[in-house]
């Protein structure tokens, strides 16, 4: 005799997810991460821990969870360590993220008034800033950190007094009431373009601080 299973009994319906549940969800994510930075080591250490993020990605999205944080503007505020990866802006662990900024893939500051201790601006965790900012730092590279941020947060003339924070995101920051139809169009440019623009004054400034120091 064969037995015939209704579907219902094998998947049944799935439930949303608890507030509970997605935090074990995100405890797992962020264990996995932090295991996988201690124990992969070698030349395909980075290509392996790539794969495994965007696994971790894929499970949080069957499973329900919130996607990582894409705002519509871009914050101001700078985050400690622990913030960052709590708050679920990046899948990686304290010690990847610092590694992240010694191979210039993300930057962090000092605290004004403080000689120890690294904050991170949050804009650079926003979608697409990850994935474009690395060459723009690499010309940086070398400056001290509070030029290095300002760089990116301050309007310049060469952007119609956009920085270069919101033309490499397109989005303005949040504290901007307004943005001209002008800005917009340059902000609604290819992602590609816009980092053309912003690499272009990343390399200007930089011969500029060589003639001062030269």
Known sequence: MTVHLHHDTLAPDRQALTDSDLRVVEQFSQLVAAQLDILVQGPERQRLIDVTTRALHQARTLLGAPPPLTPLQLPVSKLKVSEVIGQGWVELSQASLYRAV????F???????????????????VQPVPELIAPVLAILAGQPSSEIHAFWISSTDELNELSPAEML????????SAVHPSQQALLNQPANERLRKVLALAKWQHRGMADIVG
Do not use: N
């Not at 010694?102 to 893939?105: D, F, G, K, T, Y």
């Not at 930057?107 to 965790?125: H, L």
């Open 102 to 105: 010694e191979s210039l893939r």
């Open 107 to 125: 930057y962090c500051v000092t605290p004004k008034g403080r000689s120890i201790g690294k904050e991170f601006p949050a804009w650079q965790f």
């Open 169 to 176: 995101a397109g989005k303005s920051f949040e504290t901007r």
